[in-house]
């Protein structure tokens, strides 16, 4: 089990994810949803202290109870890959341009595994074929030849290659086109059925969060609005948030803006934003239960007020 404990992320000029905890569970996919920028790439990198330069975490990040930063060099490069397969935003720059696929594909798994080149080429083969890919028309290319929707697959297809227990995947299908999306998600989902894996699945896009999450944490400017298994998510959003992304078309997606405030520390996140908003909204409202496995940021939510009719 991988345990999120009140994950903080910084700059020294800004918070940019604050209080965020979830746990994630082989054979599940949690699914985090939020417009871009409010640090779901961010909460994703830190699982695998892979934050850039000048940005810090604090809290607490266990991987079947030690603690990340315990971990040293040589741990952290076998955790990841072996342990914990992570699939980036974007995929150009996880990819050595002079290299051809196949190389990459042989050099990875044989870090990780005790195969002949023969064999590893076998299981890339056998990968790509899962992503939908013609092995033959891959494997001799360079990175430049290909495009960002393939080189998103054959990274996916490299990370499933090291069979890791658990897999963080950072808007994996966002650069691809629909049909391609379909076959990728429906992959990913027999795969966490078959393999027992567990999931982070992260993306701007809730009908593909809905698809294959279990569990659904919703973010907005740094936070956790709302948390809850998949269907109840559905039937009975509480956040105003939550509820103006079910509202959105399905297949839409959420809108790209961007959320360009920092995190404020005397305020709910969404005051700005939010058509509810009162005087009484000024103070940060905690992540409070209310229901069994959901959880909700919203003042008003949390003294029982009917604010946000579902009809808006
Ligand atoms: N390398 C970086 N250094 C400092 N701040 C960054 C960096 N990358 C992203 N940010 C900021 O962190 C916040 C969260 O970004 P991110 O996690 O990438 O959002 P999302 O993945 O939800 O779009 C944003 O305000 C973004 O501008
Ligand atoms: S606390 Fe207030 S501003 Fe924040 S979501 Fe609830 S009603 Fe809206
Ligand atoms: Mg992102």
Request: with cysteine; proline share 4%; hydrophobic share 40%.
């Amino acid at each position: 089990m991988i345990e999120v404990q009140q994950l903080t992320i910084k700059t020294k000029e800004a918070t940019l994810v604050r209080d965020v905890s979830f746990k994630l569970t082989q054979g599940k996919v949690l699914g985090v949803v939020g417009e871009s920028g409010s640090g779901k790439t961010m909460t994703a990198m830190a699982l695998v202290n892979l934050l850039p330069e000048g940005v810090t975490s604090s809290g607490s990040i266990s991987y079947h109870g030690k603690e990340l930063k315990s971990f040293s060099k040589e741990e952290l490069r076998r955790l990841r890959g072996e342990q914990i397969g992570v699939i980036m935003q974007r995929p150009m720059i996880a990819f050595n341009p002079v290299r051809t696929i196949e190389r990459h594909f042989i050099e990875t798994i044989r870090a990780h595994q005790a195969v002949s080149k023969r064999q590893a080429k076998a299981i890339a083969e056998a990968n790509l074929e899962k992503m939908g890919l013609l092995p033959v028309q891959i494997l001799s290319h360079y990175p430049f030849q290909l495009s960002g929707g393939m080189l998103q697959r054959i990274m996916m297809a490299m990370t499933l290659a090291l069979e890791p227990a658990f897999i963080i995947a950072d808007e994996p299908t966002t650069a691809l086109d629909t049909t391609n999306q379909l076959t990728v998600l429906k992959e990913l989902k027999a795969i966490v059925e078959q393999t027992n894996v567990g999931m982070l699945f992260v993306s701007h896009d809730l009908a593909v969060i809905q698809y294959i999450a279990d569990e659904i944490a919703v973010m907005y400017n740094g936070f956790i609005v709302e948390q809850a298994p998949l269907t109840t998510l559905i039937k009975s959003a509480k956040h105003p948030y939550t509820k103006r992304l079910l509202q959105a078309e399905v297949g839409q997606g959420i809108s790209e803006k961007l959320v360009k405030h920092i995190v404020q520390y005397d305020s709910c996140p969404y005051f700005s934003a939010c058509s509810y908003a009162q005087v009484s909204c000024q103070s940060l409202p905690p992540l409070v239960e209310v229901t069994p496995h959901h959880q909700v940021r919203c003042i008003q939510i949390e003294r029982g007020e009917s604010v946000c009719p579902s009809s808006k």
